[in-house]
């Protein structure tokens, strides 16, 4: 297949369309059902809980958006880096690497609807070892951003391409999946 749509590409295209939605069902799960946002808190496991937050800022909770412009000024800005995340999953001819963007590209898909519909990204999933946080509270879309990253880092360090044949086809014509 060739073109813009090779078959990894449009497995990358459903993997973020999938994380997109898990995405929302969970959060959707969280403050539904689950009434989180009145309830606060729920306690699961030893080093799981569920913790209701409301994230007005990027990562790490930096550039809060305290007002509307800044609202707006994140969605556009975090819009425009997903876009920019899908283009370069668009180009890349490898498996490996285009799954990797699409869980980024699916993260945030995730996340800007959130800003988008409420002006805050919902958090809840509160990892911890007794007192210990080594992560803030996430949701699905940035565990999924997270986890692209890691593959998208590894990858870049640790695989070398043989050799650099079109849209992940070899020179017998065979496609290559790694």
């Given at each position: 297949m060739s073109g813009l749509f090779t078959r990894n590409r449009l497995i990358g295209l459903g993997i973020a369309a999938l994380v997109a939605i898990i995405d929302q069902i969970v959060k959707w799960y969280v403050i539904g059902p689950l009434a989180l946002r009145q309830v606060r808190h729920i306690d699961l496991l030893p080093f799981f809980d569920l913790t209701y937050t409301e994230n007005r800022g990027v990562s790490?909770?930096?550039f809060e958006a305290n007002n509307m412009e800044?609202?707006?000024a994140l969605v556009a800005v975090t819009a425009l880096i997903a876009l920019v995340v899908l283009v370069w999953m668009?180009?890349?001819k490898r498996l490996g690497d285009i799954a990797g963007l699409a869980l980024i590209c699916g993260g945030a898909l995730g996340n800007i609807r959130d800003r988008f519909e409420l002006g805050y990204v919902i958090d809840f999933a509160d990892f911890h070892i007794g007192g210990f946080r080594p992560f803030l509270i996430f949701n699905v879309a940035d565990a999924a951003i997270t986890?692209?990253?890691?593959?998208i880092l590894a990858r870049s360090l640790l695989v070398r391409d043989k050799d650099d044949t079109q849209d992940g086809d070899s020179p017998r014509g065979e496609t290559q999946d790694a």
């Open positions: 790490l909770g930096m800044t609202r707006w668009m180009r890349e986890i692209g990253v890691v593959i």
